[in-house]
């Protein structure tokens, strides 16, 4: 049954150290022969990554010892001979002869490299959601300082626009004010922008005469208004602007 599962089980002889067994999955995760390994029982030490390979050559030297140190949990990288990569998970068991000297391990080698693959996947994933995140906190106060600066800049030119006589009215093309230095001005009689479609439809400068008031039983007032459209980048008026 150990022929056919795919982890790696080995067993160990100590003295002196010789591989007593290995199951064939060793060749197909370290992409060695076993009769190799049988000649050389160090030889997967040599393909631990080198980055991995002084720790876990220590911790498993000092457990064959005998030493306080266990070997349950033990996750490092090999090379195979083609160059690729592997994640190999390791954990074994030491045995003692009658006097407590250590005399042979076996352990499984398990191969995590899906696992550790989709492991490193998530972790970018969130390292960028991370970096999302703060990039949308930096526009954020950045968006909120430009509105802020936005409103004192409306509020300091209606205080100029307001010392001025006349008033002053931006009209959308709807007819509809979207700006005024004098609300009581507008008035619903006023919002038709009747007189204002040549301006709309031909883009030319007109001057025309408003009412104002706020109810039809007061005095109605007449006034001059010079007119000239503001226009988009696509050439049609977004906006009429007079006083």
């Known amino acids: 049954m150990a022929d056919t599962i795919p982890e790696v089980i080995w067993i160990t002889s100590l ?4 591989v007593l067994y290995t199951s064939p ?3 197909r995760i370290w992409g060695l022969k076993v009769e ?8 997967w030490t040599e393909t631990i ?3 991995d390979r002084d720790r876990v050559v220590s911790t498993f030297s000092e457990w064959i010892a005998g030493t306080k140190i266990n070997y ?10 083609d160059g690729t990569i592997r994640w190999i998970h390791e954990r074994g068991v030491l045995t003692r002869d009658k006097n407590g000297r250590p005399v042979e391990v076996s352990g499984i080698s398990t191969d995590i490299t899906t696992a550790k693959q989709a492991q490193q996947a998530l972790e970018n994933s969130f390292q960028e959601i991370q970096l999302l ?3 949308l906190e930096r526009e954020n106060v950045a968006l909120k300082h430009a509105e802020a600066k936005l409103r004192q800049d409306e509020e300091e030119l209606r205080r100029m626009t307001d010392a001025i006589p006349q008033t002053i009215v931006v009209l959308d093309p709807s007819g509809a004010p979207i700006y005024a230095t004098r609300q009581r001005l507008i008035t619903p009689a006023s919002r038709s922008k009747t007189c204002l479609l ?10 025309t005469t408003w009412r104002n008031g706020e109810t039809s039983e007061r005095p109605l007032w007449r006034a ?5 459209p503001s226009n988009e980048r696509l050439g049609k008026t977004a906006s009429i602007a007079g006083f």
């Open 15 to 18: 003295e002196p150290e010789r």
């Open 72 to 81: 349950h949990d033990v996750e490092y990288r090999i090379v195979r001979p």
């Open 25 to 27: 999955s060793f060749e």
């Open 224 to 228: 001059g208004c010079r007119s000239r």
């Open 49 to 51: 990554h080198p980055e």
């Open 133 to 135: 995140t703060e990039r």
């Open 198 to 207: 040549p301006a709309f439809e031909n883009e030319s400068s007109i001057r």
């Open 36 to 43: 190799e390994l049988y000649r050389n029982p160090r030889l």
